[in-house]
C-alpha cells in the first residue's frame, strides 16, 4: 500500500466509525465528547476543553420508524435520521449536545431533544452587517461557554481558546490546500476519497486531522498532476452521501473540483481573524464574515454568483446541486441560482439526496445522461 | 371619515381592506414609494417615512380564499420552487413574477388576467422579521433579488431561554436605528421622530381594541365566534399603524359588547363545547373547517395565532427595548416551555374543552413542535386534542373528510368529559 492510500485508508477507517473514533478518544484522554449539531458553532470552544467535538450528520440508509411520532414526513432527511438515532440512544454518550437554530427545522428540534445528554442552544444573528450582531453573537458564546465548563467540570481559558483558534485556522487552510489538490489530481482523490478526508475532520482533533492531511498533500504533489479526461464539476448543498452516491461520480469520472457542501468547504471557508479583540469577539466575527450559505442571511444573494465563480475558476464543466430532501433553506436559494447558471450559460443538475433511501439507480441514470451532455 | 360613519364592523373590515391596496396603487401612480412587508414586521418606520404597505402573506392569503392559489403556485414552480416551500411564500413569488412580467413585456399574463388576487403594485423596497419564522428571510432575500431593490431586515433572534434577554433586546433595538438610517437614504430625507411618536401611539391603539375583541371570548356563552378574528387579522396584520385598523376593532368591539349586554350570543345558545385551534387557518378551506365545528355546535373561543399581534409596548420608551421586546416574544419565536405556558393561558381563558391542532405542510416552525406541545398540554390540564393536516394556502393538502373525522372525534372526547364532570 502507498502512502497515500494508508493515509486515505486511516481517515476512511475513522470517517465510517465515528463511534469508534470517539471511543478511542476516550480511552486514550479519560475525556468526553461533545456532539456539534449542524451547520455551525463555535467548536474551538469545545476543542479548549479537550473534549472531542463529534459532528453530527445523520446517517445512511437507516428506515425511520421512532422518529414518525416526533417529526412529520416533511422534515428534512437528516433530521429525520438524527431523530431516528436519538430516539435509539445512539448519541447518550456525549457529554453534551451544541446546538444553533439557522433554520425553522432547527429552531423546533433544539426544543426535542430524545437523547439523554444536556443539550446548549444557541442563535445566531441574521442581520450579519451590524455590530450588534457581533455584541449579541459574543454575549451567546459567553453562555456557550459557562454552560459547557458547568457540564464539563472543566475551565476555559483564554490561552487555551488561542491555542484552540489557531489549530482550527491551521486546520481550515490545510483543507482548503487540499480542496485545490484534491481538483488538480482527481485520479488520485477521487469523489469517495474527498469525502472522507473531510469527513474524518468531523471526527478527530483538528491538529491530528491537519498533521494527517498535510502529509497527505505532500504525498500527491510529490508525482506530477495527470491530464484528466473526465468531467469536473462543483457540488453545492448540505452534503454529498453515501459513498455509493459517490461511487457514481467516480464511475463516470466526474471529478469534483470544487465544493460548497455544508458539511465540507463551508467549514472551512472562513477563518477566525488575528486582532486585539478577544476570543469571543473574533469568533462572533466570523460569522460576520461567512458568505454563500443558505442559512447566513444575504440580501445580496451572492452564492449563485459564488458558485458560478468557482466554475470559472476551476475550469469545471457545470454546477451539482445536492439538494437535501425537504430542506426549505436550500430550496429557497434554487431559484435564484438556477436562473443565474442560466443566464451565464453554466450547465447545472439538481439531484436529490435522501439519507433514508439505499438505492442509487435513478440517480445513477441521471448523472449519465447529464455527463453525456456535457 | 364621513364614507365610514354608520358602517358596522363587517363593512369597514371590507372597506379598509380595500382602501390599503387602494392607497398602495395611488402611491405607486403618483411615484411614492410601496413596500412589502413580512406580516409581523415593525411597519412603524415605513408608515412613519409616509411608505404605502403591502402584506404578502395576507395578499396570499387571499387569494387562497379566493381559490386562486393554485395558478400562481403553478407559476412558482415553473421557476423552480419546490412544493416543500412554505405556500404562503411560493404563490407571492409567482404573483411577483406575474408583475414583473406585466413590467417588463407590458403585457398582463393571463393567469393574472385571470386571477382573483387582489392588484397590488410591485414593490420598491421589502421589510421583512424572522419572529415567526426564518423562511421569511429566504423568501424576501429572493424578493429582494428578483426585483433588485433594498431589504429591511430585523432579525429577533430565537428565544431559547426566557425571558427574553437584555442583550437581545439591544440588538433589536439597534437594528430599528438601522431601519431609519436605511430609509432615510432610500427616502432621502431625515426621520421625522414627531411623526414617529404618533405611530407608535396608533399602533398602540389598534393593538388595544384588537385585544378588546379577543378578550370577547372568555364569556360563555361566548358573543365572540372565534374564526371572525381570522377575517379581521386582515387589518390587525396590514393596518395596525393606521387608523383603519382601530376605527374596524373598535367598532367590533364594542358590538361585542353590546351584544354581551343584551345576551346575544356568536352560536345564539347552540354552543355545546369550546374549542381552540391552534395554528394558522387552513385559508381555502375556512368555510368549511368552521362549518364542520359549527355543525357538531363547537366554537372556537381560543387560539394564538391571531393574539401574535398582541403588539404592545411603551410607545414613550426612547431606547426601543419595549418594542423590540413586543417583537421577540411571539410565541414560535420562544422555547418549547414558553410556547405551552401561551397556550395554556389562552386555554384557559377561552374556557376550551379541547384542541385542534392544525399540522401544516408549509410551516415547518408552526408544526415540528404540535406533538411535545400537545402531550405537555394533556398532562397539565387533561384536555383532548385532534390533529389535522392542512396547508394555510395550498388547497391539496386539506382533506375535508380526514377532518370532518378527526373533529368528530374530538367533540365526542369533549361531550363525554363534560357528561363525566356532570
Ligand atoms: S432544513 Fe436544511 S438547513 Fe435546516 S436542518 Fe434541515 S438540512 Fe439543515
Ligand atoms: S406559514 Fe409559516 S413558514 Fe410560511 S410565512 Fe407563515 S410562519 Fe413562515
New binding site residues.
Given amino acids: 500500500m502507498s502512502k497515500v492510500e494508508a493515509i486515505l485508508s486511516q481517515l476512511k477507517d475513522i470517517a465510517a466509525n465515528p463511534k469508534k473514533a470517539m471511543d478511542d478518544y476516550k480511552a486514550e484522554t479519560g475525556k468526553g465528547a461533545v456532539g456539534i449539531m ?2 455551525y458553532a463555535p467548536e474551538e470552544l469545545v476543542h479548549a476543553t479537550g473534549y472531542l467535538p463529534m459532528g453530527i450528520w445523520g446517517a445512511q440508509g437507516k428506515s425511520i420508524s421512532k422518529a414518525r411520532t416526533y417529526l412529520p414526513a416533511f ?5 429525520q435520521q438524527v431523530m431516528e438515532l436519538q430516539c435509539e440512544g445512539a448519541y447518550d454518550d456525549l457529554a453534551t449536545v451544541i446546538f444553533s437554530v ?5 429552531k423546533c ?1 433544539s426544543q426535542k431533544w430524545k437523547g439523554t445528554s444536556p443539550v446548549i442552544v444557541f442563535t445566531h444573528p441574521q442581520n450579519r452587517g451590524l455590530e450588534a450582531a457581533n455584541q449579541f453573537l459574543v454575549t451567546e458564546y459567553e453562555l456557550i461557554k459557562t454552560q459547557l465548563e458547568a457540564n464539563l467540570g472543566v475551565k476555559i481559558t483564554n490561552g487555551a481558546l488561542e491555542n484552540s483558534i489557531v489549530v482550527y485556522n491551521e486546520n481550515r487552510a490545510v483543507m482548503r490546500e487540499f480542496v485545490q489538490v484534491a481538483a488538480e489530481y482527481p485520479q488520485v482523490i477521487d469523489a469517495v476519497s474527498r469525502h472522507a478526508v473531510f469527513k474524518a475532520r468531523q471526527f478527530m482533533l483538528k491538529e491530528k486531522h491537519t498533521a494527517l492531511v498535510k502529509e497527505l498533500i505532500a504525498e500527491v504533489k510529490a508525482t506530477p498532476a495527470q491530464p484528466w479526461d473526465g468531467k469536473k464539476v462543483v457540488v453545492t448543498g ?1 452534503l454529498l452521501e453515501p459513498n455509493e452516491l459517490l461511487d457514481i461520480f467516480n464511475e463516470f469520472k466526474i471529478a469534483i473540483v470544487d465544493d460548497d457542501l ?1 458539511q465540507e468547504s463551508r467549514q472551512i471557508r472562513v477563518d477566525v481573524l488575528d486582532g486585539q479583540e478577544g476570543p469571543l469577539y473574533r469568533l462572533a466575527k466570523s460569522w460576520q464574515q461567512m458568505y454563500g450559505c ?2 447566513a442571511t444575504d440580501t445580496k444573494k451572492g452564492r449563485g454568483k459564488m458558485l458560478i465563480n468557482k466554475t470559472i475558476q476551476t475550469g469545471a464543466d457545470a454546477i451539482i446541486v445536492a439538494m ?1 430532501k ?5 430550496e429557497w436559494d434554487y431559484p435564484v441560482m438556477y436562473r443565474e447558471f442560466e443566464e451565464k450559460g453554466i450547465k447545472s443538475l439538481m439531484i436529490e439526496v435522501d439519507q433514508e433511501v439505499s438505492s442509487f439507480e435513478q440517480v445513477k441514470t441521471r448523472l449519465q445522461s447529464f455527463v453525456e451532455m456535457l | 371619515m364621513s364614507l365610514t360613519q354608520g358602517m358596522k364592523a363587517k363593512q369597514l373590515l371590507a372597506y379598509f381592506q380595500n382602501r390599503a391596496d387602494q392607497d398602495a396603487r395611488e402611491a405607486k401612480a403618483r411615484g411614492d414609494l410601496v413596500c412589502w412587508s413580512a406580516s409581523v414586521a415593525p411597519p412603524e418606520f415605513c408608515v412613519t417615512m409616509g411608505i404605502a404597505m403591502i402584506y404578502p402573506e395576507t395578499h396570499a392569503a387571499g387569494i387562497g380564499a379566493r381559490k386562486g392559489a393554485m395558478d400562481m403556485l403553478e407559476v412558482a414552480d415553473r421557476k423552480g420552487y419546490n412544493i416543500d416551500c412554505c405556500s404562503y411564500g411560493r404563490v407571492n413569488m409567482g404573483y411577483m413574477e406575474c408583475l414583473k412580467e406585466t413590467a417588463i413585456t407590458g403585457v398582463k399574463p393571463e393567469v393574472l388576467v385571470n386571477s382573483p388576487a387582489a392588484d397590488v403594485p410591485l414593490p420598491d423596497l421589502v421589510i421583512t422579521c424572522n419572529n415567526i419564522c426564518n423562511t421569511l428571510l429566504k423568501w424576501y432575500e429572493n424578493l429582494a433579488a428578483e426585483l433588485d431593490i433594498p431589504c429591511i431586515v430585523i432579525d429577533v433572534p430565537f428565544n431559547h431561554t426566557m425571558p427574553i434577554p437584555e442583550y437581545a433586546k439591544a440588538y433589536i433595538a439597534d437594528q430599528f436605528r438601522n431601519a431609519i438610517s436605511q430609509l432615510e437614504v432610500i427616502c432621502g430625507r431625515p426621520f421625522d421622530w414627531k411623526k414617529f411618536k404618533e405611530v407608535k401611539d396608533q399602533t398602540q391603539r389598534s393593538v388595544y381594541h384588537w385585544n378588546r375583541i379577543a378578550d370577547m371570548a372568555q364569556y360563555k356563552p361566548s358573543p365572540l365566534n372565534g374564526f371572525d378574528l381570522f377575517n379581521y387579522m386582515a387589518l390587525i396584520v396590514a393596518c395596525r399603524s393606521l387608523d383603519y385598523a382601530e376605527i374596524t376593532f373598535k367598532a367590533f368591539a364594542d358590538e361585542l359588547e353590546e351584544n354581551l349586554k343584551a345576551g346575544i350570543y356568536a352560536f345564539k345558545g347552540a354552543e355545546k363545547t369550546r374549542f381552540q385551534w391552534e395554528g394558522i387557518a387552513v385559508w381555502p378551506h375556512l368555510g368549511h373547517t368552521f362549518k364542520s365545528m359549527k355543525g357538531l355546535n363547537s366554537i372556537m373561543t381560543g387560539t394564538a395565532y391571531p393574539a401574535l399581534w398582541d403588539l404592545h409596548y411603551d410607545a414613550n420608551d426612547e431606547s426601543m427595548h419595549s418594542m423590540a421586546e413586543a417583537y421577540t416574544r411571539i410565541y414560535i419565536n420562544t422555547c418549547l416551555q414558553n410556547k405551552v405556558d401561551v397556550l395554556l393561558a389562552i386555554m384557559e381563558k377561552g374556557k376550551v374543552d379541547g384542541t385542534i391542532y392544525h399540522l401544516n405542510r408549509s410551516c ?1 416552525l408552526m408544526s415540528f413542535l404540535n406533538v411535545e406541545t400537545a402531550e405537555i398540554i394533556k398532562e397539565k390540564n387533561g384536555l383532548p386534542y385532534v390533529s389535522v393536516d392542512g396547508d394555510q394556502t395550498d388547497p391539496r393538502v386539506f382533506s375535508p373528510a380526514q377532518f370532518d373525522t378527526r373533529v368528530q372525534a374530538l367533540v365526542e372526547m369533549m361531550e363525554a368529559n363534560m357528561a363525566a364532570a356532570e
Fill in positions: 449542524p451547520i422534515a428534512c432527511s437528516i433530521m439557522p433554520c425553522d427545522t432547527l428540534l448540505i455544508a443558505s442559512v437535501m425537504f430542506c426549505d433553506p436550500e | 415547518k
